[in-house]
């Protein structure tokens, strides 16, 4: 069977007054039906806008100027403006990071969770209500009942946070992407919605891109991670392939920067400098003036390659 | 704990609590009969904490837990409602006279967002240079060569001090931050969730300032964080905070080896880890209580998974449960075992 989603050398640029910005430059990742995938970097890295693209959001003055995107076999980068109204929400879903934006202040929980249901399909409010029952009892919310008639203020950021999943989920889309969704929340909280959206994937077969800069969840939550630096995917595999044997500088560098149990008190190993400007990214690889093992071919940026079955890696002097 | 001398700052007993007293629309509904009071917010209860000289104590809760009301107060933003606060065993207010200024400069704040705590509008070296000539520490004619110094201190290029703040990266604006702190010669450093807002790569530079820093002026630091593998790389004793008390505290090892508190054990457990992969993640109960209506007995009974009858009517005390470690949990009384 093939891919539930399978992103081929997407590029989307913005083309901005004092020149072209790469945010995504060359990306290709794959997301099979009930797994979860890992899209890791920091600010700036072009995670978000890999994710907006995956989605048909992307905004002037940036478009996708070449790559495919191939849900369930059907290429996305050419859809209409109707065809993609018809798409999201219902075949691919967003979670997004701040759930106080997300949701409509000044409208109940049940009216925007069943404008959901009825966007997409021609059912009846009352089977539409009790959709959107069933969606807020399955993310875990106590007496869903009383709680459609609720306003988001009357919600803590936790259980905001699970009704937007609610929402998310309500169509039973192919595809979700959800953009760093705990990063607001407290730890016991983080906890509670990440068993949560792992059972959820699970029971539902829903393909999860999970964007985030924190390793540490994307160890505990993803099957594969793809690491991005400016605007590319470094390196991509299982994610137990990744973060043992990370062979991309950076991937190493990022792991070393991560406090851990065995450091304590000891200075941490450090990625000297800081993340390019994505408008003066030359020919050269783009990790070079950080990069502690970089060599003179690292002059001409490398292409991705595989260099074993489902791993890939943009770099010429590896980890060995 | 075996202090010999007085410990650098004290707090002993202080609550805090913010009121937020009725509108005239509700005043006037109360009249009417509507059961309306005014709110207030039990930000702390009772919470005494002693830092020693030189030493790093990490103060960790969730949101809410009132952590960064405890960082405030200490760092003198915020007056008490209830309790002393002691420096160098002496109470704070003996240190209002004039002559006294250098002492209060003692400690310092560093804030969360390098974003929002510089001045948009001023240069850096009015921004690091403005206080210690104010407090006449340095002569207005050598207010440049010292901030030289400083930036060269927080690892900067002084060459950039004409800079504005906007041209500064997160990584560079956090430095800042802390040369303008450390601009008034402090003993004792405050940092409130000073590297949440950064990247990884950065965060672990700044990390590594702190940690130098520490080492070269003998600097003593209350470093709050909700993050626990940063708390554990700094600090050299850990305080929890749960809804405006202190649960427990233990030096980091001993806290990280063996948490006593059930809830210490259930933060623990949520905590993601690079080194715990494709795990089942098995979260506790709940959400943390509000504040303004803080349940009796035990702040935590309502989602501990050891709760019983005593947990609901007494609020446990912080009793040792080991040298240095104290707990505050009825679990840990014989006869309730």
């Not at chain 1, 979700?176 to 705990?182: K, L, S, V």
Request: hydrophobic share 40%; net charge positive; glycine share 8%.
């Amino acid at each position: 069977m093939s891919a539930l989603l399978e992103v081929t050398g997407l590029r989307t640029h913005f083309f901005t007054k004092v020149g072209v910005v790469k945010a995504v430059d060359d990306v290709s990742l794959r997301v099979e039906r009930g797994r979860i995938l890992g899209l890791v970097g920091e600010s700036g890295s072009g995670k978000s806008m890999t994710g907006y693209s995956i989605l048909g959001l992307v905004d002037e003055p940036g478009r996708i100027v070449e790559g495919s995107i191939l849900l369930n076999g059907t290429e996305l980068t050419r859809l209409d403006a109707a065809a993609w109204r018809r798409l999201r929400g219902n075949r691919i879903a967003m979670i997004f990071q701040d759930p106080m934006m997300t949701l409509n202040p000044v409208l109940r929980i049940d009216t925007q969770m069943t404008e959901a249901v009825l966007a997409h399909h021609a059912v009846s409010k009352h089977t539409a209500l009790e959709r959107a029952r069933a969606a807020l009892a399955r993310v875990g919310i106590p007496s869903p009942d009383e709680r459609l008639r609720a306003y988001p203020h009357q919600f803590s950021g936790g259980m905001r946070q699970r009704v937007a999943i609610a929402i998310a989920l309500i169509n039973n889309p192919d595809l979700i992407i959800a953009d760093e969704p705990t990063t607001a929340l407290d730890v016991t909280i983080q906890g509670q919605i990440l068993s949560e959206v792992q059972k959820l994937c699970r029971e539902t077969g829903a393909g999860l891109i999970w964007i985030s800069h924190d390793l540490a969840v994307i160890s505990g939550l993803a099957d594969e991670v793809c690491v991005m630096y400016a605007g590319r995917i470094v390196e991509s595999g299982s994610v137990v392939e990744i973060l043992e044997h990370p062979m991309h500088p950076y991937t190493r560098g990022l792991l070393d920067s991560v406090p851990s149990r065995n450091t304590p008190g000891r200075p941490l190993s450090q990625i000297p400098g800081m993340t390019p400007s994505l408008l003066k990214l030359g020919a050269a690889c783009a990790f070079r003036e950080r990069c502690p093992r970089a060599i003179e071919p690292c002059g001409v940026a490398p292409a991705a390659r595989e260099i074993a079955a489902h791993r890939t890696l943009r770099c010429v002097n590896p980890i060995a | 704990m075996s202090a010999v001398a007085a410990p650098l700052l004290e707090l002993r007993g202080i609550s805090k609590r913010f009121e937020r007293k009725l509108d005239l629309a509700g005043r006037f509904a109360r009249r009417l009969g509507a059961r309306l009071s005014d709110e207030t917010v039990h930000a702390l209860d009772r919470v005494d904490l002693a830092i020693r000289e030189r030493e790093v104590v990490g103060l960790v809760g969730e949101s809410g837990c009132g952590k960064s009301t405890l960082g405030r107060i200490v760092a003198r933003l915020l007056a008490p409602s209830e309790g002393d606060r002691l420096w160098k065993g002496r109470p704070y207010r003996e240190f209002e006279a004039e002559r006294e200024r250098r002492e209060r400069l003692a400690v310092q704040m560093i804030f969360q967002d390098p974003y929002a705590s510089l001045n948009p509008r001023m240069r850096i070296v009015d921004v690091v240079g403005e206080a210690p000539v104010v407090h006449g520490l340095v002569a207005r004619s050598e207010r440049e060569d010292y901030v030289a110094q400083m930036l060269q201190r927080v690892g900067m290029d002084a060459t950039l001090m004409r800079r504005f703040p906007h041209q500064f990266s997160g990584g560079q604006r956090s430095r800042i931050g802390i040369a303008r702190a450390l601009a008034v010669k402090p003993r004792f450093l405050v940092c409130d969730e000073a590297v949440a807002a950064l990247d990884v790569s950065i965060q672990a530079q700044v990390l590594n300032l702190f940690i130098r820093l520490r080492e070269e002026l003998a600097l003593t630091y209350l470093f709050i964080s909700h993050d626990l593998g940063v708390v554990r790389h700094v600090s050299d004793r850990v305080v929890v905070m749960y809804l405006g008390r202190v649960v427990e505290s233990a030096p980091t090892a001993e806290l990280y080896a063996h948490p006593n508190h059930p809830y210490t054990v259930a933060l623990m457990a949520e905590v993601p880890r690079v080194d715990a992969r494709r795990r089942q993640y098995v979260p506790i109960r709940g959400e943390i209580p509000s504040p303004l209506a803080p349940p009796p007995g035990c702040h935590f009974h309502p989602r501990c998974p050891r709760a019983f009858g005593r947990c609901r009517e007494e609020a446990p005390r912080l009793k040792e449960v080991a040298p240095g470690h104290v707990s505050a949990c009825h679990l840990n009384d014989p006869v309730s075992a």
